[in-house]
């Protein structure tokens, strides 16, 4: 099942470094979103593209920026990774933006040490 | 905004048994509320949803109620099984939003 993948699965970094996770959908959709889940489990959403356009930016600290090239590839960057930042990160697409179906990524458990 | 309530937040029962998780929301305009199953170290996986103009739906032993006036909904699960084990989710969306309100998340165990 490829339909959304995410590269790394898997990222263990120190504090202070930047790092990325790339997402790509295969799906033909025109909305893309990155949850974080904390260690609690909580789904908590962080932003979401509409066609390359941003259109969700919840209160996420300013190190973490999106960028979307296309309509099928999402990419977060997080710079000056903390503690806290540890967590899995999942990204998610819509067929259309306010689409009700969303498929979600396998995940990228980032552990910041 | 929208604040989605989940309980409980674990739940044991013995296969065979049936199993509920409630929700409750905030928002009279939310219309959409899908339930997501979760395997450890999986990805949430969309198993069954309800729109507000549906008031159950079933699908094989998994069926969601929505009570629109008292804005809560509820997975029902029958017949339980050991693979049920998951972490469950609700969500709560607006019409045409893209915003997804997750509840807290259901521990489910089913023992063998």
């Known amino acids: 099942d490829t339909a959304v993948s995410q590269t790394p699965k898997y990222l263990v970094t120190q504090m202070g470094n930047d790092k990325s996770i790339k997402c790509e959908q295969n799906l033909g959709h025109d909305t893309m979103y990155w949850y974080k889940q904390d260690s609690k489990k909580f789904l908590k959403i962080m932003f979401s593209y509409n066609n390359k356009e941003l259109i969700i930016n919840e209160t996420v600290p300013n190190r973490f920026s999106p960028k979307s090239p296309d309509k099928a590839h999402l990419n977060l960057h997080i710079n000056s990774l903390e503690l806290g930042d540890s967590a899995v990160y999942f990204c998610a697409s819509s067929p259309r933006t306010g689409g009700d179906t969303q498929y979600f990524g396998p995940g990228t458990r980032l552990t910041v040490l | 905004g929208e604040n989605v309530e989940q309980h409980p937040s674990t739940l044991s029962v013995q296969e065979g048994d049936s199993a509920v998780i409630k929700c409750t929301y905030s928002?009279?305009?939310?219309?959409?509320f899908p339930w997501y199953k979760q395997e450890l170290g999986k990805r949430p996986q969309l198993i069954i949803d309800i729109r507000s103009n549906v008031g159950e739906k079933k699908d094989q032993r998994i069926a969601v109620t929505l009570n629109k006036t008292a804005k809560h909904f509820s997975l029902h699960i029958t017949e339980t099984q050991p693979e049920d084990s998951a972490v469950y989710f609700c969500?709560?969306?607006?019409?045409?939003?893209?915003?997804?309100?997750f509840g807290s998340g259901t521990k489910l165990n089913v023992k063998p």
């Open positions: 969500a709560a969306k607006r019409n045409n939003f893209n915003k997804f309100y």
């Open positions: 928002d009279s305009a939310s219309n959409y």
